[in-house]
């Protein structure tokens, strides 16, 4: 398996010998047309991210020839000076010094400093005449050099998305095919698909390898973000980066952008307080904020943090009293994890003014439904006067999930591992009917339970009264989590833990919100996904 300081010598090889082409050919088009302003922008900006990558990879030759030449294109743009004369040739071999520089890398010798090329575009830079400089096309080994092509290839997000939609036929199909094997019991065609299933698995794994990226990639790009919300919010924030090479999805990483952007700016606009706010309450000036990226088992911990003002859970309970959410006396019952919940509430917001940064009308829980869509969860830990924490859990991949299945009159369900915390099999003795409502003690934590066959019922009203002695033997029930709140479903029975291939549901099922796809089991039978935030936000609407 490759390391990762492999990987990034890779790409940024790629990346470097693509660059060194294009410059090539553009400045072939300003020979002809030294006024050619397309060619002149593209030169720059590539001899701007060839610098950066090198310096950023340790090839500091590079780095240095690179900034010269962006320097002597900056002035060729800004009309300081022409594409003419004597620079030209110094331009060319300056290109050609790069190229040689750039295939050096892949070869792994070393780079060594042309000093006649640096001296001549330091006296290009300083508007001197150049010295050593030949008007020819180049030398002979330029001019024999063999042509090379890249070991990389740039493929579109939407191949790898259709590749991937394929392998998850081939695993529905895989899965059906070992089901029929075990049925008939004919050894030879067991290991066949023994086998099969072994290339399914490895084709999968490297299919979703191949969309995996770097969580830097998004991650650095947040410096400037930062910097530009301080300053509009007046306040002098730091901000520290860590587990840029944490892997996932790729898709994953583009849906939670806007996700990950909001939650940087609410910690700055509404967490962080202003230099002399933080001297007053004995902080630091500049306030700290960090943004990391942790793996945990097969999921992906983003976390945001800051050392601001916190939570204040009194201003929230009264925000949500004053907004129609809660009574006054439910308000001052709630625990601290919910009232960290109600910051997910539409439209929720403890600004009191409203500006550009924060208070704008698009609250947390656009956040929260963009993480609900992934199967991921958002967690907040705060502490008035120390700082808040949001934790976005993710998982790796959003194709394949690992579920429970279980049946319910006869037909199976899937429930996604990430919002199940456990299943337990408890006696009808064991529950307890309070205010019209199923509870079960779970490790000395009181836990509603509802029959999951009475939330599926097409029935808008209020769920019936819980009856206990209608309860007959052990009753199998599923623990779920979701926002801090856990719910107990009751189903007819278990049957396994498996990976599933998860695909959209299909009209009319599709105008119900309670099941968040589809997948097909190995008997061939069509198995819903059921979505937990929904099952959760159903039962809140119709408990008694």
Do not use: W
């Amino acid at each position: 398996m490759k390391s990762r300081e492999q990987e990034y010598r890779e790409l940024f090889m790629a990346e470097a010998l693509e660059a060194y082409d294009a410059m090539s050919q553009h400045m072939s088009v300003l020979e002809k047309r030294p006024g050619d302003e397309g060619a002149l922008n593209e030169v720059f900006r590539l001899l701007h991210n060839l610098k950066a990558n090198a310096r950023a990879m340790g090839h500091d030759a590079i780095g240095e020839v690179a900034h010269r030449m962006e320097t002597i294109f900056g002035q060729i743009r800004s009309k300081e000076r022409p594409f003419a004369g004597s620079m030209v040739p110094v331009l060319f071999s300056g290109i050609d010094v790069l190229g040689g520089m750039i295939r050096a890398v892949g070869a792994n010798l070393p780079l060594t400093e042309n000093v006649p090329l640096v001296e001549n575009l330091d006296r290009v830079i300083e508007g001197e005449e150049p010295v050593l400089v030949d008007d020819e096309s180049g030398t002979e080994e330029d001019a024999t050099r063999k042509l090379e092509l890249s070991d990389l290839v740039y493929i579109p997000i939407k191949k790898l998305d259709h590749l991937l939609n394929l392998v998850g036929e081939l695993i529905i199909d895989r899965d059906r095919v070992l089901t029929l094997a075990q049925e008939i019991g004919d050894t030879t065609l067991q290991s066949v698909t023994a086998h099969l299933s072994r290339l399914a698995d490895d084709l999968q794994y490297s299919v979703m390898d191949a969309r995996l990226v770097g969580v830097g990639t998004l991650f650095n790009k947040f410096p400037r973000v930062v910097r530009d919300v301080a300053t509009a919010e007046q306040k002098q924030v730091e901000l520290t980066i860590s587990g840029q090479d944490i892997q996932i999805d790729r898709n994953i990483l583009q849906i939670i952008t806007d996700s990950l952007l909001h939650l940087v700016r609410n910690a700055i606009g509404h967490g962080i307080e202003t230099p002399q706010e933080r001297l007053k309450a004995g902080k630091p000036e500049v306030g700290q904020l960090t943004l990391s990226a942790q793996t945990d088992r097969d999921n992906v911990l983003i976390r945001i943090s800051d050392d601001g003002r916190g939570v204040d859970a009194e201003r929230v309970r009264r925000k949500a009293v004053e907004r129609g959410l809660l009574s006054r006396e439910a308000a001052a019952r709630l625990n601290e994890a919910e009232v960290h919940n109600l910051l997910f509430e539409a439209g929720f917001s403890t600004a009191e003014q409203v500006t550009e940064i924060s208070g704008r009308g698009v609250g947390l829980d656009v956040v929260k439904l963009a993480i609900d869509s992934l199967g991921g969860q958002l967690r907040v830990d705060s502490r008035l006067g120390q700082g808040t924490t949001f934790t976005l859990v993710l998982p790796t991949s959003i194709a394949v999930k690992g579920a429970l299945l279980f049946e319910l009159d006869g037909h199976p369900y899937a429930l996604p591992l990430m919002h199940t915390d456990s299943v337990v099999s408890l006696r009808p003795e064991k529950l307890h009917v309070v205010g019209g409502t199923l509870l079960a003690k779970v490790l000395a934590e009181n836990i509603p339970v509802v029959r999951l066959a009475d939330l599926l019922a097409d029935n808008d009203d209020a769920l019936p009264p819980a009856n206990r002695a209608a309860l007959l033997g052990p009753q199998d029930i599923i623990i779920t989590n979701y926002n801090g709140r856990k719910l107990g479903l009751i189903v007819d029975r278990f049957l396994r833990q498996q990976d599933i291939v998860i695909k959209p549901v299909s009209q009319p099922l599709d105008m119900i919100d309670l099941f968040g796809g589809v997948t097909l089991l190995g008997s061939g039978q069509v198995c819903l996904v059921l979505d937990v935030p929904a099952i959760t936000r159903l039962f809140l609407s119709r408990r008694p």
